[in-house]
């Protein structure tokens, strides 16, 4: 499959990450860049946040997904900063909306793809249990972390099956596009969850005994540095809502 993402082991390009550090740059973009306030220390932080899925991306081999996605985040922050000011009315809003919900939505979703393609469930449930996290949260996260690329799969099967009998935008079929591509998409959608929950019981992560892997995970020189910068991010922040940090607010 090309998801590689219920193998134990897997050949991988460029720099490799912990799990858990992965999780928790995602967490820091999530809150500081999708849900974090701008100006002030913003200014600095979110571009830093942004580059680096970007430059993770780069070295993982999708140089293209990278470029496309520096492309966008500085189209996106340059009207943000330089055109919206200057525009009024209902243009502004407009520019507004798209350029402030792209930055912000952009480098999570780069950095949650970079996840989803970097991590196999082996990986996920060991770094889950390394921190001990409880197997009622374990099974629904190693469940939906499966879930999202099979139903991409899925997805793409439908499409080429669609292709295949002509049924397309601009064909002779363009009415039943929506009831051919999501009536098939609801019922595998349904399928493919109770089939990975089966699958998950399956490879005994609701067992009573501690489960086993052979997968090999742990804290590198990148994971450290990764880990202490999003730290520093996150107390930069806390000071500055309390209000010690008043020259950068």
């Known amino acids: 499959m090309s998801w590689e993402l219920l193998s134990a082991s897997k050949k991988t390009k460029g720099v490799t990450l912990d799990p858990r550090t992965k999780l928790i740059v995602l967490i820091t973009i999530c809150f500081l860049v999708l849900g974090g306030e701008g100006g002030g220390l913003a200014l600095v932080t979110k571009p830093m946040l942004t580059a680096i899925p970007i430059l993770l991306l780069f ?46 939505v952009l480098p999570g979703l780069a950095m949650g793809y970079y996840t989803v393609r970097t991590t196999t469930v082996s990986e996920l449930v060991a770094a889950m249990q390394r921190i001990h996290l409880t197997e009622k949260l374990i099974i629904p996260l190693s469940v939906m972390f499966r879930f999202f690329p099979t139903v991409g799969e899925e997805y793409h099967a439908i499409g080429d099956a669609m292709r295949m009998r002509g049924i397309r935008f601009g ?26 929950s089966a699958a998950a019981l399956t490879r005994g992560l609701g067992a009573p005994v501690r489960r ?29 809502k309390i209000g010690l940090l008043g020259v950068l607010a």
């Not at 943000?80 to 792209?102: H, K, W």
């Open 59 to 104: 070295c993982f081999g999708k140089k293209k997904a990278a470029l496309v996605c520096v492309i966008i985040y500085v189209t996106c922050y340059l009207g943000e900063q330089f055109v919206v000011p200057v525009t009024t009315g209902a243009t502004n809003f407009v520019l507004l909306f798209l350029c402030g919900f792209i930055s912000r």
């Open 171 to 196: 064909g002779k079929k363009t009415v039943k596009m929506l009831e051919y591509r999501f009536v098939p998409m609801m019922i595998c959608s349904i399928k493919i969850g109770e089939e990975l």
């Open 212 to 240: 086993t892997n052979i997968c090999k995970i742990g804290f590198k020189a990148l994971d450290i540095v990764l880990i202490t910068f999003c730290a520093v991010l996150f107390i930069l922040t806390i000071l500055r």
